[in-house]
């Protein structure tokens, strides 16, 4: 059994309704819905948390699907405190132990008291800002890939929990060139290659 958690993190603020990441979610579970031996829960963190709950959806889960928008570069402050309160909740309740150090020794091993090794997580995010800005020469983001660039941080927050990195998709361009149909077809496919890619290994084995 293939457990799926998946956390939309699309928020109502200022001219922000949620509706694009509440697609994307859509897109997510009927993905899975459709797939033996998989089973779903979802969180959407407008609707309210508990953080003990959730932090027992982390536990439970085998791969963690985030979607969040991207606001000022950064996360939505409603998925940031999410994390705060859910992460905080976790200590040493199956999220991480400690920050892996030794008093004896405390230069090395930070990062590594983390408790789901052995799970998956995928990041999807929505931006403004063409895909341009961050590949062509000169443009805004210096050449700096989001997963390199704005969302290096939170790779390594979930590196510091154990888990790996799942190939991320990111839509971009989608308040002055939106094409839904298109990018959703895209994101579809991506699914599929990075899952099926997943389930390899245990196919062969």
């Given at each position: 059994?293939?457990?799926?958690?998946?956390?939309?993190?699309g928020?109502?603020?200022g001219?922000?309704g949620?509706?694009?990441?509440?697609?994307?979610a859509?897109?997510?579970?009927?993905?899975?819905s459709g797939r033996?031996?998989?089973?779903?829960?979802?969180?959407?963190i407008?609707n309210?948390?508990?953080?003990?709950?959730?932090?027992e959806?982390?536990?439970?889960?085998?791969t963690?699907i985030?979607?969040?928008?991207?606001?000022?570069?950064?996360?939505?402050?409603?998925?940031?405190?999410?994390?705060?309160?859910?992460?905080?909740?976790?200590h040493?309740?199956?999220?991480?132990r400690?920050?892996g150090?030794?008093?004896?020794?405390?230069?090395?091993?930070?990062?590594t008291?983390?408790?789901?090794?052995?799970?998956?997580?995928m990041l999807?995010?929505?931006?403004?800002?063409?895909?341009?800005a961050?590949?062509?020469?000169?443009?805004?983001?210096?050449e700096?890939?989001v997963?390199d660039?704005?969302?290096?941080?939170?790779?390594?927050?979930n590196a510091f929990?154990?888990?790996?990195?799942?190939?991320?998709?990111?839509?971009?361009?989608?308040?002055?060139?939106?094409d839904?149909e298109?990018?959703?077809?895209?994101?579809?496919?991506?699914l599929?290659t990075?899952?099926?890619t997943?389930?390899a290994?245990?196919?062969?084995?």
């Open positions: 059994m293939e457990k799926i958690l998946i956390i939309n993190a928020q109502h603020f001219h922000s949620g509706r694009f990441n509440n697609t994307v859509a897109e997510t579970e009927a993905f899975f033996p031996g998989v089973e779903i829960r979802e969180t959407v407008a309210g948390y508990d953080p003990a709950e959730e932090v959806k982390f536990v439970w889960a085998d963690i985030y979607h969040t928008p991207i606001w000022w570069f950064q996360l939505p402050h409603g998925f940031k405190q999410y994390i705060d309160e859910v992460f905080t909740a976790g040493r309740k199956g999220i991480y400690s920050d150090r030794s008093s004896e020794n405390p230069d090395i091993n930070y990062g008291g983390g408790m789901l090794h052995g799970k998956n997580y999807t995010t929505s931006w403004n800002a063409p895909e341009t961050f590949t062509l020469p000169g443009e805004f983001f210096k700096h890939s997963d660039g704005p969302l290096f941080g939170f790779h390594r927050m929990t154990g888990m790996q990195p799942l190939k991320s998709f990111h839509f971009h361009d989608i308040e002055k060139n939106a839904v298109r990018d959703m077809e895209r994101y579809r496919a991506h599929a990075v899952f099926e997943v389930a290994p245990q196919i062969a084995a």
